[in-house]
């Protein structure tokens, strides 16, 4: 089915209108706390920006990746949060909108990245995905962890958990997995102590015994509360 960039603009300013419908004062003052953002918050709920993505995918079930893709970059063209995460939930789980992305969609779909809650969503739904599947290279990732920004360095480590959860398709890669934390271990800003947490117990189903290792050799470097959670999931399955 043929879309237009007028449909496409049509499309993203009704649906920001019934977000803006739903938007809550309490709740974007919380959220604002919660995650801040340069961003505009409306103060939407998670549930009721899925119902939207549910409602998306039924009214155009009929149209072309090319269409979603075309509509995710304009929800993040518009510079609210949660038009931004509406934009990439479009793809959660859609294998057929996946497998159409390219590297090129990247600078487009990856918006603003200042909080924890945008680079965990782009990380494990498209970032990771992508990388997974041989559309962005081992040395772009490593690239980012040469960034001055927390948050880029972060994204690297949310890429791996996309890697090893298997709920998002992940089969386990503690090669790829192991590097990018190796050369995490000396970086305790908070966001990136969290995310190698994160990253390493999401490989522990995979290979229980290469990160026990990887914990024994970096001991000296790593922060107290990575090994405390890893820890605590090797010995007990979860995290506290």
Request: charged share 25%; glycine share 8%; net charge positive.
């Amino acid at each position: 089915m043929v879309h237009t960039p007028q449909l496409i603009i049509e499309i993203t300013e009704e649906i920001t209108a019934n977000l803006k419908a739903m938007s809550d004062p309490f709740r974007k003052q919380k959220a604002e706390s919660y995650a801040p953002t340069s961003m505009v918050m409306l103060g939407v709920s998670n549930p009721d920006v899925q119902q939207v993505v549910r409602e998306i995918h039924s009214t155009h079930r009929a149209q072309s990746p090319a269409f979603f893709i075309d509509l995710a970059k304009a929800l993040v063209g518009t510079g609210i949060f949660e038009c931004q995460h509406l934009a990439w939930s479009l793809f959660d789980k859609k294998r057929r909108l996946l497998e159409a992305l390219q590297h090129s969609d990247l600078e487009y779909l990856r918006g603003v990245l200042d909080n924890w809650a945008s680079v965990d969503a782009f990380g494990t739904v498209i970032y990771g995905w992508m990388w997974r599947n041989g559309k962005i290279s081992d040395q772009e990732v490593y690239a980012l962890q040469e960034s001055g920004d927390v948050w880029i360095r972060r994204l690297a480590l949310v890429g791996c958990v996309a890697l090893n959860t298997r709920s998002r398709g992940g089969t386990g890669d503690a090669g790829r997995t192991l590097r990018v934390c190796k050369r995490a271990v000396s970086d305790h800003e908070e966001m990136i102590v969290k995310a190698l947490s994160w990253a390493l117990r999401s490989l522990i189903y995979w290979d229980r015994g290469g990160v026990r290792e990887f914990l024994e050799k970096h001991d000296g470097q790593l922060a107290r509360r990575v090994k405390r959670e890893v820890q605590h999931k090797l010995d007990h399955g979860t995290k506290n």
